[in-house]
């Protein structure tokens, strides 16, 4: 059994609509529909950050992407894994979808999740920077 050692604490209140983005439970698409805005203006404040300071705010972020282009070479299903998926085959009008509704519920889910992680890899991977050295 390992531990968790941390020196930052973070507070949201039970009725914020904050608090519901980050439940499990939260609809993906909800949570596209929050993500798109705020991504642009996490951008333009980040830009001026200093590299001390966005590994501060995101060295989980940065270890987990740095482990991923470091290992991605070495292991097409790895790479398949992890890497978002460039393009999306979702039908997104119902009328369209062939399948139930729960079919339709399931794949409209899938596909936001997709997505998000797909904008989240994209904010994060433009602060990693990878140097491969070859030795003889």
Excluded: W
Excluded at 71 to 80: T, Y
């Amino acid at each position: 059994q390992g531990s968790v050692r941390t020196t930052a604490n973070c507070a949201l209140p039970l009725s914020s609509s904050a608090y519901r983005l980050f439940s499990p439970l939260a609809d993906p698409a909800h949570l596209n529909t929050e993500i798109l805005p705020a991504k642009d203006i996490a951008e333009e404040l980040l830009e001026d950050l200093l590299d001390d300071e966005l590994d501060e705010l995101f060295s989980e972020a940065l270890n987990v992407l740095e482990l991923i282009y470091s290992l991605s070479p070495h292991s097409k299903e790895f790479e398949q894994r992890v890497m978002p998926a460039e393009e999306d085959d979702f039908i997104s009008d119902r009328a369209a979808f062939s399948g139930t509704d729960r079919d339709f519920e399931v794949a409209r889910v899938a596909h936001y999740k997709r997505t998000n992680y797909k904008l989240a890899f994209e904010f994060m991977a433009r602060f990693v920077k990878t140097i491969e050295v070859m030795l003889d």
